[in-house]
């Protein structure tokens, strides 16, 4: 292979990066294939097409598992770059990617059962709002299990530390979430998409989606297309009086840019009466990780409640690592 460009060799190490740290002995066909997009000139060359937000591997990997069927190899990938129509591309350009890991409630669970009932919850970029319905779920922390309600997925997630897991899950009295493109659940694309955003071989994700989906469907949550400047004061504004307000985000503040933008939502968040949840990628907010202990273990999500770190987690709820 010829030597890249400098803009080329930039999408080769993001997606050699997803390959070793994400996907690495978690989805065997998408290392792989994220390592083959790393050394396709033709490949890159279309990704640098996009905006540098739309570069990434999940959107490519979901959309041309949509337009494939399946997940394509790489001279496959190829013919979906060459096709005359562009699906790919206008899947790509159309779709972001709106990953609502439920099981991540598992992490959230145990502060919102710690704060005074009963809650009113916000949650910013809801996708579908399937992480606002933490009192609906079943929850194995080993020690301890938590039943949710008839038909609903019961979710693993293995704790270390003292963390305060709570006995059930806390009253939630009112919900609302704020998303860019909220996910119709009504939706079978919208469905179909949020399925594709599961990586293969992690069928028990899937299988955890789907009984989600399930549960909200019978009493949908509410998410309002909205920005997170412009639009929370208003529903803020909207959650009952004797309540306590919390406003929580989950792998979802990492794709708000720049940086500066996080900084403004966070100031205007602390001048509200509201709890602040954040759970997200360590460099989304360095101030927060300037205050975690180390060394940071690898592939973790860092909770914090109101700008003070409280514990690292498995990115899609797995584990629980307390340390606050």
């Not at 080769?12 to 083959?36: D, I, K, Q």
């Not at 990628?281 to 003070?308: E, K, N």
């Amino acid at each position: 292979m010829t030597e890249l460009s400098p803009e080329q060799a930039t999408v080769a190490a993001r997606y050699r990066t997803f390959a070793a740290e994400e996907v690495h002995g978690v989805s065997p066909s998408y290392e792989r294939l994220t390592l083959e997009v790393a050394d396709s000139r033709e490949i890159l060359d279309f990704l640098l097409g996009f905006p540098s937000a739309r570069r990434q591997p999940n959107l490519l990997l979901a959309a041309s598992r949509i337009v494939a069927g399946r997940v394509p190899d790489k001279d496959h990938l190829i013919e979906l770059i060459r096709d005359p129509e562009g699906r790919l591309r206008t899947l790509m350009l159309s779709r972001t990617t709106q990953t609502n890991e439920a099981a991540r409630c598992a992490v959230l669970l145990p502060v919102l059962a710690s704060l005074p009932p009963p809650l009113a919850l916000i949650e910013v970029g809801a996708s579908a709002g399937l992480c606002l319905l933490p009192d609906r779920y079943g929850y194995d922390y080993g020690a301890r299990r938590i039943a949710g309600a008839p038909g609903s997925p019961t979710f693993r997630c293995v704790v270390q530390g003292s963390a305060p897991i709570p006995a059930a899950a806390p009253t939630i009295v009112w919900r609302a979430g704020l998303d860019l493109s909220p996910i119709d659940l009504g939706s079978e694309a919208d469905t179909a998409w949020l399925e594709a955003l599961v990586w293969p071989e992690q069928e028990h994700r899937r299988r955890h989606l789907q009984q989600a989906i399930a549960v909200a469907r019978a009493a949908p949550p509410r998410v309002v297309r909205g920005d997170l400047l412009h639009d929370l004061d208003a529903l803020i504004a909207q959650a009952p009086a004797g309540t306590t307000l919390v406003v929580f985000h989950s792998a979802a503040l990492a794709y708000v840019t720049p940086r500066a933008t996080r900084l403004r939502f966070v100031e205007r968040l602390r001048r509200t009466r509201a709890t602040w949840i954040s759970n997200e990628a360590p460099g989304v907010f360095p101030d927060i990780l300037a205050q975690a202990p180390a060394p940071m273990p690898p592939s973790r999500f860092l909770l914090a409640v109101d700008g003070v770190p409280k514990a690292w987690t498995g990115p899609h709820g797995q584990s629980l690592e307390w340390f606050a």
